[in-house]
């Protein structure tokens, strides 16, 4: 089919329904030309034949008389990007005075009872679930899951897991010597570990501990005697047919830490080294196996609340 509007011939050898004649042609053209007003002669190319001066005239959308595979719209902007976007107003603010108390008071906040670092010595042995050619990265973190001070004392229990995230070039292909082809991975573990250690109040000192205690009181009990006694004689003792008692419980502050900041000092061996080719050059290696020789430094704070008497400003 040639369609004689003014710009290069096209040509469609696609069957043509003759009720339908020249709908095809006319949408493509109002995609061509952005119109829905077109006029025009074509030169029908058929099974029969050819038929030339058909005037084809196309006065408003053709959507709903065209088969339901013929699509008016482009291919690239069926599914295209939605963006919504708007400019946000200034909102106007007003200050305000900032009050607060001036004339004394008791407050409860926390108190640092101490301020101190902690050094831990660690040995570690990690087997990696692949072979390895290079470390890529190593990044730590440090968890605390346990810092207790025994009471009456100044012992303090510390838990914790450094949490390590491995980058290594895992053992893939080689082409001779000239280089060698491998993935990027990452393996995320846990390394534990735990310590005592004894605290110097360098700060304030703990509140004393108060204990619960337990009273037992018991009422006087009179009863008169048996006739064998004489009428002054009387029985006085406990009453034993009742138990009496007061009890009293004291909820202490428990001392808390905070951690306040952490360094890692650590040096790795790779064990087990191999070459992973016998072409390759002399400084390639794999490995699976690493040996962690770590220096932990944590610095706590210790605290506990106390009721502060706050002086008149």
């Keep these: 089919m040639v369609m004689s509007w003014p710009r290069p011939p096209w040509k469609s050898s696609i069957p043509i329904n003759t009720e339908k004649v ?24 058929t099974s029969e034949g050819k038929v030339k001066g058909i005037e084809l005239v196309l006065s408003q959308p053709v959507e709903d008389d065209l088969d339901d595979d013929i699509n008016l719209l482009p291919a690239q902007c069926v599914n295209g990007i939605q963006i919504t976007a708007e400019s946000q107003t200034e909102c106007p603010n007003t200050p305000l005075p900032i009050l607060g108390l001036t004339d004394g008071l008791i407050a409860k906040i926390p108190i640092i009872l101490s301020r101190f670092t902690v050094q831990i010595h660690m040995d570690s042995i990690i087997i990696l679930p692949e072979s390895v050619l290079e470390i890529k990265m190593i990044h730590k973190n440090i968890i605390i899951t346990q810092s207790i001070l025994a009471q ?51 700060g304030a000192e703990p509140l004393p501990l108060y204990t619960n205690t337990i009273q037992e009181f018991e009422y006087l009990y009179r009863e008169e005697l048996d006739p064998t006694f004489t009428e002054k004689d009387k029985l006085l003792s406990a009453d034993f047919s009742e138990y009496n008692q007061i009890s009293m419980e004291f909820f202490n502050e428990r001392p808390y830490c905070e951690l306040e900041s952490s360094r890692i000092v650590d040096f790795n061996e790779f064990l087990d080294c191999t070459p992973p080719d016998k072409d390759l050059t002399l400084t390639r290696r794999q490995f699976k196996k690493i040996e962690e020789k770590t220096v932990l430094f944590l610095t706590f704070k210790l605290l506990q609340d106390q009721q502060v008497a706050i002086p008149r400003f």
Excluded at 27 to 41: H, V
Excluded at 168 to 182: D, E, L, Q, T
């Design 152 to 202: 009456n004392s100044n012992i303090l229990f510390i838990r914790g897991f450094i949490k390590n995230n491995i980058s290594y070039a895992a053992v893939g292909c080689w082409n001779s010597p000239k280089g060698i082809c491998s993935d990027i991975r990452h393996c995320t573990f846990h390394i534990p570990f735990s310590c005592t250690t004894a605290i110097i109040y360098n």
């Design 22 to 45: 020249g709908l095809k042609e006319l949408a493509d053209a109002k995609n061509k030309t952005g119109t829905d007003n077109y006029k025009t002669e074509v030169e029908l190319e």
